[in-house]
């Protein structure tokens, strides 16, 4: 009798004891991730395809040790019409599938710094995001049409999140941050690039000088970095970070500065106004105009008005949109030229070179007011064209125009 109450006794405690064990086992996070899943942020490299950096998904499946890359910055170069398709945006850009290793051996050989952002997800949300990229990555899903801005290897990061975790996922977005536009924030990474910088100024329109949200600044693999360690996640426990710790795979030294670059847009446009300057004043005491200098000089401004209008009204780029360096850069200037050359005495060439000149001015207004940013190296050319136009309108009539040293 009395081993019995000894018995009962001890299968209380017992059943106790498990029901305490079993309640806390209940309130600790899931910790048997079947995949350990990461987001890799590549630092810029120093070639223009790599200027703004990179964004990666990185997967391991514990049991196996299997560990892969998922990359929605790819391409494939035997599209056929490749650089047409490119240029007009009709080229599809898509995810790939790569070892981790093969995926770091670009980085490493261009000394170029990668940090890994490992995430603090459950078993469950993990298999989804894995089972979100398995459905990208098949045939018929893995192509995008690719937008620099709203559509490209970081944007599909944050998408796929946003979808995956839903009302969970909270990004915690500073409430004072830096103004800055989409074309201050390219310029953060072009800055070292002066004729890239120019460049992009010359080809992306006035919509993108519009003030970026927080959100959409991670359009940039380090912002989207520093959107990932800001956010946490809420709704199946305690509120926890997303990230759950960040390890440094590249860290390479800082490469020396190569001091500053002198060949360089400012340094040669201002270069090339100031002996315009100088050859205009020579025509004006010999009284010659130089029309051959004028001739090509009104020939590159018309041609580069071609590659305006052709990038905002031929082409699928959002961001090529009203481009308003075409009122100093306008395809008619073409004709001007044209005149120049065949039939300086033809009445309309002095509208046109009067139109040019207005244009030019304009262009100035519209950057003052903030209508759309060019690029600084732009004003010894607007001072080009408004100082050539005015010589030739005022003395078309007076100089001898047909000379064959000219």
């Not at 949300?125 to 899903?141: D, M």
């Not at 946490?232 to 001091?259: A, C, H, M, W």
């Not at 961001?319 to 065949?342: D, E, G, M, S, V």
Request: a neutral charge.
């Amino acid at each position: 009798m009395q081993i019995d109450i000894h018995k009962r006794s001890f299968r209380k405690s017992l059943l106790l004891g498990f029901s305490l064990l079993l309640g806390i086992m209940l309130t600790l996070p899931a910790t048997a991730a079947q995949y350990k899943i990461s987001l890799l942020t590549c630092d810029p490299g120093d070639e223009l395809y790599s200027t703004f950096g990179h964004s990666a998904i990185r997967i391991i499946e514990l049991e196996s040790g299997q560990d892969l890359v998922f990359n929605y910055g790819t391409f494939d170069f035997n599209t056929s019409f490749f650089y047409v398709k490119f240029i007009r945006r009709t080229l599809d850009y898509q995810l790939s599938l790569t070892t981790t290793e093969n995926f770091l051996r670009e980085y490493n050989y261009f000394k170029r710094n990668v940090r890994e952002q490992e995430l603090n997800l459950s078993a469950e949300q993990s298999e989804k995001i894995v089972a979100f990229l398995q459905r990208n990555y098949q045939p018929e899903n893995r192509k995008y049409r690719y937008d620099f801005f709203f559509d490209n290897c970081a944007t599909r990061i944050t998408d796929m999140l946003e979808t995956v975790l839903g009302q969970s996922l909270k990004w915690n977005y500073p409430i004072e941050t830096d103004h800055k536009t989409f074309r201050n924030l390219i310029d953060e990474y072009v800055y070292p690039l002066p004729w890239s910088d120019l460049g992009i100024d010359l080809a992306l329109g006035a919509v993108i000088d519009r003030e970026a949200t927080e959100a959409e600044k991670a359009f940039l693999p380090d912002y989207l970095e520093a959107s990932f360690g800001r956010a946490t996640i809420i709704g199946d426990g305690p509120e926890r970070p997303l990230v759950s710790q960040t390890n440094k795979i590249y860290d390479f030294p800082e490469s020396r500065s190569e001091g500053i670059n002198l060949i360089n847009p400012y340094v040669i446009f201002w270069l090339f106004a100031i002996l315009i300057g100088l050859l205009t004043f020579i025509g004006f005491k010999k009284k010659r105009l130089f029309k051959g200098f004028d001739i090509a000089f009104f020939s590159i401004l018309g041609l580069l008005g071609v590659l305006f209008v052709f990038l905002w009204f031929f082409t699928a780029h959002s961001q090529t949109k009203n481009n308003w360096n075409l009122f100093w850069a306008f395809p008619a200037h073409l004709y001007i030229a044209y005149l120049l050359y065949r039939r300086p005495d033809k009445a309309i060439l002095k509208t046109l070179l009067l139109g040019a000149m207005i244009l030019a001015d304009l262009a100035l207004v519209v950057w003052i007011l903030g209508f759309q940013s060019f690029h600084p190296s732009i004003l010894p050319l607007l001072l080009i064209i408004i100082l050539r136009t005015n010589f030739i309108y005022y003395n078309l009539d007076r100089f001898r125009i047909i000379n064959k040293r000219t």
